[in-house]
């Protein structure tokens, strides 16, 4: 037969003969052949989440900005005031929360660190920068940081 390749699969005597290249070596070419095509592609995905992410930023602070600005109108009723009011009062909080996050994104951008793991230092997957571009932790350790927030809240 053949001897066994580091691959670990028999090459096949034909191939040998004929100068067929095998599926081990043709995926290794491929793979070589798209590193830069991979990278730019990452580039992009990055470029597009930082571009989310900036007009994420200035869309919180003027929501935030909105909420704090004194209610205009003397014609609103007491009962719509006051149900701005509390809809005000539960919204600042949680805009204020999300603008601290896409901060922190920027800071670490600003650095040369957006779209890299915080905790374990490794890519953050572009699909989970498309739908957050604020995330500063890859899906392992936000699930990890996630299950340890659920611990202490039993405790």
Same mark, same amino acid.
């Given at each position: 037969m053949?001897i066994? &390749?580091? !691959?670990?699969s @028999?090459?096949? *005597?034909?191939?040998?003969? /004929?100068?067929?290249?095998l *599926?081990?070596?043709?995926?290794?070419?491929?793979?070589a052949?798209? &590193?830069?095509?991979?990278?730019?592609?990452?580039?992009? !995905?990055l470029?597009?989440a930082?571009?989310?992410?900036e %007009?994420? +930023?200035?869309?919180?602070?003027l929501?935030?900005?909105?909420?704090e600005? *004194?209610a205009?109108?003397a014609d609103v009723?007491?009962?719509?005031?006051?149900n701005? &009011?509390?809809?005000?009062a539960?919204?600042? *909080?949680?805009?204020?929360?999300d603008? %601290? /996050?896409t /901060? +922190?994104a920027?800071a %670490?951008?600003a650095r040369? /660190? @957006?779209?890299?793991?915080e905790?374990c +230092?490794?890519?953050?997957?572009?699909r989970?920068?498309?739908?957050?571009?604020?995330?500063?932790?890859?899906?392992v350790?936000e699930?990890?940081?996630?299950?340890?927030?659920?611990v202490?809240?039993?405790?």
């Amino acid at each position: 037969m053949g001897i066994v &390749r580091e !691959s670990g699969s @028999y090459p096949s *005597p034909l191939a040998e003969r /004929q100068g067929v290249t095998l *599926p081990a070596e043709m995926a290794a070419a491929r793979t070589a052949g798209r &590193r830069p095509a991979l990278k730019r592609a990452r580039r992009a !995905s990055l470029a597009l989440a930082l571009s989310r992410l900036e %007009r994420e +930023h200035v869309a919180l602070l003027l929501a935030i900005c909105e909420l704090e600005a *004194p209610a205009g109108g003397a014609d609103v009723s007491a009962d719509a005031d006051g149900n701005a &009011r509390a809809l005000r009062a539960a919204l600042l *909080p949680m805009l204020r929360e999300d603008l %601290r /996050q896409t /901060q +922190h994104a920027l800071a %670490r951008a600003a650095r040369g /660190q @957006y779209g890299v793991c915080e905790v374990c +230092h490794k890519a953050i997957a572009g699909r989970t920068l498309e739908l957050r571009p604020a995330a500063t932790r890859c899906g392992v350790c936000e699930g990890r940081a996630g299950r340890r927030a659920a611990v202490r809240v039993r405790d």
